[in-house]
């Protein structure tokens, strides 16, 4: 049962960030890193809310934390993104994005566990 609610939660998770990813390559162009900081910033505040409540059931963690945040964060692309940006020499932007990663997923992650309590 546990692995079909992570089954499912990964499919919304999936293509939510699939479609954050087109719209920001939409509106920014090719290379934006927008989505990518986007879904991983709404992950870690959601993941943040899911454990600073007591009564969420491990069904819930499961379908959400694992399932959906599992898949609509993702730490491969950002990584990816990083490495682009350097090879492009644009180091400083690299710099900003990571910063701006930890800054916001960690913040998010952290208002999300308090503001839940």
Same mark, same amino acid.
Do not use: I, Q, W
């Given at each position: 049962?546990?692995a079909l609610?992570?089954?499912l939660?990964a499919? +919304?998770?999936?293509?939510?960030?699939? &479609? +954050?990813?087109?719209? +920001?390559?939409?509106?920014?162009?090719?290379?934006? !890193? *927008?989505?990518? *900081?986007?879904?991983?910033? =709404?992950?870690?505040?959601?993941?943040?809310?899911? *454990?600073?409540?007591?009564? =969420?059931s491990?069904a819930v963690l499961? &379908?959400?934390?694992?399932?959906?945040?599992?898949? $609509?964060?993702?730490?491969?692309?950002?990584?990816?993104?990083v490495v @682009? $940006?350097?090879?492009?020499?644009? =180091? $400083? @932007?690299? &710099?900003?994005y990571?910063?701006a990663? $930890? !800054? *916001?997923? &960690?913040?998010?992650?952290? +208002?999300?566990?308090l503001?839940?309590r």
């Amino acid at each position: 049962m546990t692995a079909l609610l992570v089954v499912l939660g990964a499919l +919304a998770g999936a293509p939510l960030r699939l &479609l +954050a990813d087109r719209v +920001a390559t939409a509106r920014r162009g090719a290379g934006s !890193v *927008l989505g990518t *900081l986007t879904v991983n910033v =709404v992950g870690s505040a959601v993941l943040g809310v899911l *454990l600073g409540r007591s009564d =969420v059931s491990p069904a819930v963690l499961a &379908l959400v934390g694992t399932g959906f945040c599992g898949t $609509l964060t993702t730490f491969s692309t950002f990584g990816t993104d990083v490495v @682009r $940006l350097v090879e492009e020499r644009a =180091v $400083l @932007r690299a &710099l900003g994005y990571v910063t701006a990663s $930890l !800054v *916001l997923g &960690l913040g998010a992650a952290a +208002a999300g566990f308090l503001l839940s309590r």
